[in-house]
C-alpha cells in the first residue's frame, strides 16, 4: 500500500483525468510518419522530430472538457476556469501547446500575470490536453526506444528520468509518466549519468513501504525511485504510480538527491 502525501480528493481528480486522457487518445487519427532517429539518438526529442498536424479545435475541447471536470471537483474554482474560457483563441492555443512541450515556466506564468490567473491552472491546462499526443508518439517510437542509448531524460518527450518499475523477471524498466515511453536498464547503473561503481550507488527506503525504493548516485547526487509493481494487486497506471510516490521525491530531495543530475565542474 503507498501513503501518499496527495490528497485523496486529487488523487480521484487524477484518475478521471487519466480516464478522459485515454478517451482522447483514441480519437487522435495519425497517418504513417517517420522519424530521423541518428537525431533522437544525438539527444533531439522524438516528439518534436514527429511531424503532424495539430488539431487545435480538438486541443480547444479537451482543454474544454477538462475545465469542466476540475469544476465538478472543484468548484471554488469556476470563476477562475472560467475566465479562461474567453482567452482559447486560435493563437492562445498554438502557444500553449508549444510552450508545454517545451515545459517553459516563463511564458505561462507571464500569461498568469497578463491575465490574472491563478499561475499553475494555465500549464496544467494545456500539459494535460498535450500528454495524448505525446503517448501515441511514443507508442509508434516504442520497438526504436528499446534500441536506442538512452541517458538521463526521455528519448521521446524529453521527461527526466525519475521513476522505474521492476518486471516480472526483477529487471528494471524506466518508465515516463508523461508519455509512458519505457525501456530497460542495468539494474544498478545511474540512470543519469550511466555510472555503474556499486560502492557510490545505494538505496534509501522508508519504514513500511516493502515495494519501493530509491536509487541514489553519489557521483552526480541524482535518484530514480523504483517500484516492484509485482506487490500490487491492481496495477496503477505509471502516471498515477509517480504521483502516488511523489513522497519518495519529497524523502530523496530532502536528503540532497535531485531528479536531474548536478553537472559538475573540473577545474
Partial sequence: MIKSVVSIEYQELQKEIIKLQ???KLQIEWKP????FDQAEAGAPIAELAEFELDIPRYKRWIMELIDLMIEFKPELELELSKILSLLTE???INWFGEAFFVDYTYFKRFSEEHEILES???FLAEVALRPFLKVIAEKAQPEVERMNISEYCPVCFEPVRLATLDEEGKKV????????HWHAKRLECSHCG???HTTIHFLSIEGESAMQIQVCEQCNGYIK???TKQFITKPSVALLDLLS????IFAQDNGYSPVREKKVIH
Avoid: G, S, V
Fill in 246 to 249: 511523489i513522497h519518495l521525491d
Fill in 121 to 123: 491552472i494555465p500549464q
Fill in 33 to 36: 510518419f517517420k522519424i530521423n
Fill in 195 to 197: 555510472n555503474e561503481d
Fill in 91 to 93: 493563437e492562445t492555443l
Fill in 22 to 24: 485515454e478517451q482522447w
Fill in 174 to 181: 524506466i518508465q515516463c509518466p508523461r508519455c509512458h515511453a
Fill in 226 to 228: 523504483i517500484i516492484d
